[in-house]
């Protein structure tokens, strides 16, 4: 009978060994837990009871191998393995013998085996046969099992615990997924609360992972000195997001200047951007500085930038080509190193492909980032309405009833975050309740919450049944422009006084383009 017998972990089970029966129901009962479990260590226990029942072993454990190269005990049978790995009461030698060549040991008498018998363990604690299979290439942990008794192992229960130790190799990869796993979703909940944090900083409000990833590239593009393009519906947030690349970019060391290209008069577009010298026309009374040079070593943001003249385009062109321009009436050179960050909620290729904006300057204009209108993110509704009913109590006195929560997260929002706002804001200020409830919100709210395609009961007045039809009209005109009113009204063929009206009676302000 051979003292010592090893072999391939990973090739258990000679041809012609005959294990008997309930081994084999064990191997199965194992493999079908380790199928059905999401929980490592239930089958890690299932393994280890079951090494115990059929191999009957005076000491056992499975130890999983950490990554600085020590042991860590998941399991043991009458083994004190509290204190340092040094002072185990096991065969070190066997473990690392194991370890080190990768293979299943069996010693059916240590004390007869020249390669053990002079270990100081083997020794000390009396041991006389050791069974001891790693887990996995390289190895992941390592099982160990002893006899101090005349009962030695057999190469049998070598077989058997090389096909156990299969499985509790798998539970081991496993466990380490899960691990890693669970590492890397405690990184990310870390990085997204820090990015929550930072938005909360810039009051964007909001934890959908749309939001938090756009935030997110504009800060890595703020943080090189990049340009950003902000595209998103009116009312998503894109100034809000300017101000937050302002903050994030190393770069920006002068002013911040945002200029809103629908508030300038046509005629004053030029000279507002890239300024003027006195006499250049019958209002220039004195030299002036375009905001262009008012940003210089700062942020220039160009809100609504696709509304920019097409006679304007080409000096804007050229600026972001060279950083130089011209003032109006002027001949000299000026050099301006700022930072851009534009915006739209139009469909500049669509433009560009109808000739009302340059190509070249769209290619310009730099990296594009979509900010998510507020119905694609109904889960921050609650968020915002919280943060917007806050500004308007201090106290922290009023609240919003579930019932009028409810209501605020089945509107589409057409307006976004805005629209929001201003819902929030009026109710706060009107309201003089400590709860506000779905009656203390604007009509148009409810009737939305309220309409069914099949009318029940008797008809209401055509009046108010015109009103609706109305308002929906408009919404959809202005969900179709991307909240673009000027768009809107020449889709709706309206005059301006009759659409502001109209959005007055929806309660929302006369912003934006």
């Known amino acids: 009978m051979p003292r010592e017998t090893t072999l391939d972990p990973t090739r258990p089970l000679a041809s012609g060994l005959a294990l008997p029966p309930n081994r084999f129901v ?92 002079g270990a100081l363990s083997i020794q000390r604690f009396k041991i006389r046969s050791v069974l001891c299979v790693p887990l996995g290439r390289p190895p992941r942990g390592v099982v160990y099992l002893d006899n101090r008794s005349d009962r030695p192992f057999a190469p049998a229960d070598l077989e058997f615990l090389t096909a156990v130790a299969l499985y509790a190799a798998l539970v081991l990869e496993r466990a380490r997924e899960h691990a890693d796993a669970r590492d890397d979703l405690d990184r990310s909940r870390a990085r997204l609360e820090a990015l929550e944090d930072e938005l909360r900083r810039h009051e964007i409000v909001g934890r959908a992972p749309q939001l938090l990833s756009a935030y997110d590239m504009v800060r890595r593009f703020a943080q090189k000195g990049a340009r950003v393009l902000l595209r998103g519906e009116t009312g998503t947030g894109k100034e809000l997001f300017a101000r937050a690349y302002a ?43 375009g905001r262009l040079e008012v940003a210089d070593r700062g942020v220039l943001f160009l809100d609504e930038v696709g509304d920019v003249e097409p006679t304007v385009q080409t000096k804007l062109l050229r600026f972001l080509d060279s950083g130089e321009l011209v003032r109006v009436g002027d001949t000299a050179l000026r050099h301006v ?100 409830g779905p009656e203390h919100l604007p009509e148009y709210l409810r009737r939305a919450a309220s309409r069914t395609p099949a009318a029940s009961g008797p008809p209401g007045p055509l009046r108010a049944a015109v009103e609706d039809v109305e308002r929906t009209h408009i919404l959809r005109a202005l969900e179709h422009t991307g909240g673009n009113k000027r768009r809107a009204m020449e889709l709706l063929a309206i005059a301006p006084e009759t659409f502001y009206r109209k959005l007055e009676q929806l309660g929302i302000k006369k912003r934006g383009p």
């Not at 070190?92 to 299943?104: C, F, G, I, S, W």
């Not at 005629?267 to 003027?276: A, D, I, K, N, Q």
């Open 247 to 289: 903050a994030a970019s190393p770069w920006a060391r002068g002013p911040y200047v945002p200029v809103t290209i629908p508030a300038l008069a046509p005629t004053l577009v030029e000279s507002e951007l890239f300024g003027h010298v006195k006499g250049a026309f019958t209002e220039a009374a004195r030299d002036k500085k």
């Open 26 to 117: 064990a191997l199965y009962e194992i493999g079908q837990q380790l199928l059905e479990s999401r929980e490592p260590g239930e089958v890690l226990r299932r393994i280890h009871e079951s090494l115990v029942a059929h191999l009957q072993p005076d000491h056992a454990a499975i130890l999983a191998v950490e990554g600085d190269g020590s042991l860590r005990p998941l399991s043991r049978h009458a083994l004190d393995l509290d204190g340092p790995p040094e002072g185990w009461p096991l065969s070190h030698t066997v473990l690392r013998r194991a370890l080190r060549d990768e293979l299943a040991v069996l010693a059916e008498d240590v004390q007869q085996d020249a390669g053990f018998s």
């Open 337 to 436: 190193d700022a930072l851009v960050v534009s915006a739209t909620n139009r469909d500049l290729e669509k433009d560009v492909a109808e000739g009302r904006f340059r190509a070249d300057l769209l290619a310009r204009l730099g990296h594009s980032v979509t900010l998510p209108p507020l119905r694609e993110r109904p889960g921050d509704v609650p968020l915002l309405a919280e943060h917007f009913l806050r500004r308007h109590d201090r106290e922290g006195r009023r609240r919003l009833s579930p019932e009028a929560m409810d209501l605020l997260g089945r509107h589409g929002w057409p307006f976004n975050v805005r629209e929001l706002q201003q819902v929030v804001e009026r109710a706060a200020v009107l309201v003089d309740e400590d709860l506000i």
